[in-house]
């Protein structure tokens, strides 16, 4: 009789193998791809901060209103790719093509409302909407696809 349930433990572990390990690999590879989104939320956070910040010196000085400057949007580009960079190994594309195709706008006149989010804005702002290939090479293992796209979602008022 000990020698059946020892047979029926080994069979159930052959069954169940491979059910945990797809299992782990999906969580493993879910950890990974919340981690790059969340740098890529940061990466864009910083972007949008760095823009706003970025302000109109000949306006603010002649009103003393804060106002994006004219380059708020190449600014809010370049640092996107340049945040980005530190996780270039874990993107489908390289840091700058993901920049180049984000959405930028830049409301320089308050109050305005976002067509793109439905967000509203009580301040100058800037936003980015962008999306995000990361590689997920353990999915393409499990058949799913080896590129999943985050959008990411960040925005900056004048303060």
């Given at each position: 009789?000990?020698?059946?349930?020892?047979?029926?433990?080994?069979?159930?572990?052959m069954?169940?193998?491979?059910?945990?390990?797809?299992?782990?690999?999906?969580?493993?590879e879910?950890?990974?791809?919340?981690?790059?989104?969340?740098?890529?939320?940061?990466?864009?956070?910083?972007?949008t901060l760095?823009?706003i910040?970025?302000?109109?010196?000949?306006?603010?000085t002649?009103?003393?209103?804060?106002?994006?400057s004219a380059?708020?949007?190449?600014?809010?580009r370049?640092y996107?790719?340049?945040?980005?960079?530190?996780t270039?190994?874990?993107?489908?594309?390289s840091p700058?093509a993901?920049?180049?195709?984000?959405?930028i706008a830049?409301?320089?006149?308050?109050p305005?409302?976002?067509p793109?989010t439905?967000?509203?804005?009580?301040?100058?702002?800037?936003?980015?909407?962008?999306?995000?290939p990361?590689?997920?090479?353990?999915?393409?293992?499990?058949?799913?696809p080896?590129v999943?796209?985050?959008?990411?979602?960040?925005?900056?008022?004048?303060?």
């Amino acid at each position: 009789m000990i020698a059946n349930e020892s047979g029926s433990a080994a069979a159930t572990t052959m069954i169940l193998l491979p059910l945990l390990l797809v299992v782990l690999t999906g969580a493993l590879e879910l950890g990974a791809l919340r981690a790059v989104a969340y740098r890529a939320t940061a990466a864009a956070d910083l972007a949008t901060l760095v823009a706003i910040n970025d302000h109109d010196e000949v306006e603010q000085t002649r009103s003393g209103a804060l106002r994006p400057s004219a380059d708020a949007e190449q600014v809010a580009r370049a640092y996107f790719a340049m945040n980005l960079s530190s996780t270039a190994a874990a993107l489908a594309d390289s840091p700058g093509a993901i920049a180049a195709s984000a959405d930028i706008a830049v409301f320089r006149i308050a109050p305005a409302t976002d067509p793109a989010t439905g967000w509203t804005y009580a301040r100058p702002a800037v936003r980015i909407v962008a999306r995000v290939p990361v590689r997920t090479p353990a999915f393409r293992a499990l058949l799913l696809p080896a590129v999943t796209t985050v959008t990411v979602r960040a925005a900056s008022s004048a303060r």
